[in-house]
C-alpha cells in the first residue's frame, strides 16, 4: 500500500520543513518527502491548499477504561482523537483499577491491542491507588512499558517519598508528571481563588496551591537529577518559577492546556460546569502569561488533559460537578486560532509544541515527517469553518468547554502507520 | 423601563433601573396588607412552588405569604440535599414541577449557582431564594427597600454589614444591590470571614467595628452561623461578641439615628445585644413586613415577563 499526498504546505520542525511538497508512504513508514514525486502510488490524496503535519502528541489524556467505561473507552476516546488530529495519546494511570502494578498495565494493554484506533502509550501511578503513601514498583512498570510516571489528578505530599520517585525514575530513564497541587493550599476550591470565588460565593483555588508545589516538585527533581515534568500548568508564578529552573540547569518541561489560554475565569460566571477544571481557569493576566511562555518556549507542549465526564456527574451543582472537560477534538482549532491566527506562534511552532515536543519528552520516535518514520500524518484544512456542538462531537462526553464556539482549522485526512483511519 | 426577565437569580446581573423598579412595585404592594382583605388577584390562577432544600421559616413563609396576596396557589416541598446525592434530585424535580403546570419555582438551596442551574434546564420562572453562599436577593431587596422608607434614598448612603461576609449570601446580594444604587458599603468582620477581592465589589473592608458604626446611616447585622463546620475560621461565641457584637454602648458612639437591620434569626447575645434588637433604632419587624411587598413584587415582574414570553411565542 503506497499512499501520495500531493502538493501540500509540509510543515516538519524537526526537519526544518515548511514549503509545498509531496509525501509518500510506503507501508506504514513515510519513504520520501520531495517536490513532485512521480511513484506509482495505490492512493493520491490532493492536498493543495492545505497543511500537512505531523500526527498530534497528546501527554494527557483520561481514557477512563479500565473502569468507567461510561465516560469513555480507548476505542470511543482513540476515535475521537483521530478526528482531531491526534495520532498518539499518553493514557493517564488513573484508571480502575489504577494502573500501579505490571498486572493492571498488562489488562491495559490487552485492552489496547484489542480496541485502539490510535498509538496509545502508557504512564504508570507512582504511588499505589494514587494515594501518595508507598511507592508502586516504578522499575517493574517501566519494563512493563510505561512512558512516564504520575499521580495525576493527586500529587504526592510526602516530600521523602517524592524525593525517591524521582531518584528510581532517573534510574529508569522516564520522566516524572506533576499534577502540582497542594490540596491542604488549594482546600476544596472549585474557581479560581478571588474575584470570580467571591463573586459565585464559592470556595476558591489559590494560586500558590499550585505554584507552591511546581517549586517543590522542581526542587526535588534537581536534587534527585530527574527529569520533571509539570502538567497543565495554569499561572504566571509557575511560569515564572519553571524559567528560572530552566535556567539554571534543571531537567523539566512543561505543558498547557488549551483552555488555560483560550479562557479566563469569567468564563465561570454563569456557573456551568463546562468549565470548572483543576486547575481553574484564572485571571486574565495568566492568560496572557500562558500565551507568552508559549512563545518564548518556557512552555514546551500542549496537551488536552481530555477528561470526559457523563452528563449526571457534570450537569449538575457547580461545586458537586467533576472536574474536568474533553480536548481531543477541539485542542488543534483552538490552538490554531488563539495561537497562530493570533500570531503568537507559527505553523513550525505549533507543531512543535502539538506533536515534536511531546514525543521527545516521552522518548517517543514521532513527532517528525523524516524518511523511515512511521507514517502518522495528518491533513488540516486551515480555512474549514465549524462550531463546536455536542450532536457532532463523538466523544463519548459531551463535556467540552469550547461547545457554540466557532473555530476555523478542521483535520481532512488523519493517516495512521501509513493507513488512512479518518477522513471528513 | 419593563422587567423582561424570567427568573431572579441575584442582584449581580440587574442594572440600577431594574432595582428601581421593583422596589417602585413593592412599593404599590406594601398597601395590600394593610386591608382588611389582603388579597388582590394579581397572580390568580398562577402556581408558585417553593422548593426549599434548606430549612427556612421566614423567608419560606414570606414568599408563601406573597404569593397568596396576589392570589397564586402555593405549594410548598421541603426536601433535604446530601452532597452524596451528587444533586440528580434536583433538575428532575425542576423538570417535574414544570410538568405539572407550575408558574414559578421559588428555590432555597444550599450550593452556590443552583437557581442558576434550574433557570438553564426549566422554561418557567425561578425565583432565587438564597444558594449557597452566593446570593439571596429577595433578602437584599427588603433590606434596601426598609432602608429607603426609612432614610428617603440610598444613593450617598453609608452602610456597614457586619459579621461573617465570606459565606453570606446576603452579605454579596447587599453589596451588589447598595452599590448599584450609591451607596457606599463597608464590610466588618474577622479577617478570616473576609473573603478576598471584596473590594473589588466595591466594599471597603475594616476589622474595627467601631470605625464600621462611627459615620455609619445604617448597620446590616448578618447572622453568625457558628453551626457552619468552617474550622479556624470561626471565632469563639463570646469572643465575637465581645469584639464585633452590636451593643448599646457601641450605639452610643455612632449616629443616633442610626438604622439597625438583621435579616433574621437573630442570635441574641452574640452578634447583637437583646436590647438593641428591641430598641428604638432596630428595623428588623419592619423588614419582615416589608419582605411581603418586594417579595409579591418580584413574583408579580416574573409572572408578568413570562406572560409576554408566551404571548411572543
Known sequence: MKILIRNGRVIDPANNIDGVLDILAEFSKISKVAKNIRNGADKTIDAEGKIVIPGLVDMHVHLREPGREDKETICSGTKAALKGGVTSVLAMPNTSPAMDNRDAIKLLKGIIAKSAKANVVISGAITRERLGRELTDISALKQEGVLAITDDGASVDDDKLMLEAFKIAKVAGIPVICHSEDKALSAKGVVNLGLTSMRLGLRGISRESEYKRVARDIELAKKAGAWVHIAHVSCKESLDIIAKAKKNGVTVTCDTAPHYFALDESAVLGFDPNFKMNPPLRSKEDVQAIKEGLKSGVIDAIASDHAPHTENEKDIEFERAEFGVIGLETELAVSIAELVEAGILDWQGLVKKMSLNPAKILGLDKGTLSAGQDADIIIVNPDAEWVVQKETLICKSKNSCFLGRKLKGAVEYTVLGGKVVYKK | ?313
Open chain 2, 1 to 313: 423601563m419593563s422587567w423582561n426577565r424570567k427568573d431572579l437569580l441575584g442582584l449581580e446581573e440587574l442594572t440600577r433601573e431594574e432595582i428601581e423598579l421593583i422596589l417602585a412595585t413593592a412599593e404599590s404592594f406594601k398597601e395590600i396588607s394593610t386591608r382588611e382583605i389582603k388579597k388582590v388577584p394579581a397572580l390568580r390562577g398562577k402556581t408558585v412552588v417553593n422548593l426549599f432544600y434548606e430549612p427556612s421559616t421566614r423567608t419560606r413563609v414570606s414568599f408563601e405569604v406573597a404569593a397568596k396576596r396576589l392570589s397564586a396557589d402555593v405549594i410548598n416541598i421541603a426536601t433535604e440535599t446530601s452532597s452524596v446525592k451528587k444533586g440528580e434530585t434536583l433538575i428532575d424535580t425542576g423538570r417535574n414541577i414544570e410538568a405539572l403546570k407550575a408558574d414559578i419555582i421559588v428555590v432555597r438551596h444550599n450550593a452556590s449557582g443552583a437557581a442558576a442551574m434550574l433557570a438553564r434546564h426549566v422554561s418557567i420562572s425561578v425565583v432565587n431564594a438564597g444558594d449557597g453562599w452566593h446570593e439571596h436577593p429577595t433578602q437584599a431587596l427588603l433590606d434596601i427597600f426598609t432602608l429607603k422608607e426609612k432614610l428617603g434614598r440610598i444613593e450617598g448612603l453609608k452602610v456597614s454589614i457586619v459579621g461573617d461576609i465570606a459565606h453570606s449570601r446576603v452579605a454579596r446580594s447587599n453589596i451588589w444591590g447598595l452599590t448599584k444604587l450609591g451607596a457606599k458599603v463597608t464590610v466588618c468582620a474577622p479577617k478570616l470571614l473576609i473573603p478576598p477581592a471584596i473590594e473589588e465589589m466595591g466594599a471597603v473592608v475594616t476589622n474595627d467595628i467601631d470605625a464600621a458604626l462611627k459615620c455609619a446611616d445604617a448597620v446590616n447585622v448578618l447572622r453568625m452561623q457558628f453551626e457552619r463546620d468552617e474550622g479556624a475560621a470561626f471565632p469563639e461565641q463570646l469572643e465575637y461578641f465581645k469584639n464585633y457584637g452590636i451593643t448599646n454602648e457601641r450605639l452610643a458612639k455612632a449616629k443616633r439615628d442610626i438604622v439597625v437591620m438583621h435579616p433574621g434569626p437573630i442570635n441574641r447575645g452574640i452578634e447583637m445585644a437583646s436590647d438593641v434588637a428591641d430598641g428604638a433604632n432596630s428595623v428588623i419587624l419592619e423588614q419582615v413586613t416589608n419582605g411581603i411587598a418586594v417579595r409579591m413584587a418580584v413574583l408579580f415582574l416574573v409572572a408578568q415577563a413570562q406572560d409576554k414570553l408566551v404571548v411572543r411565542g
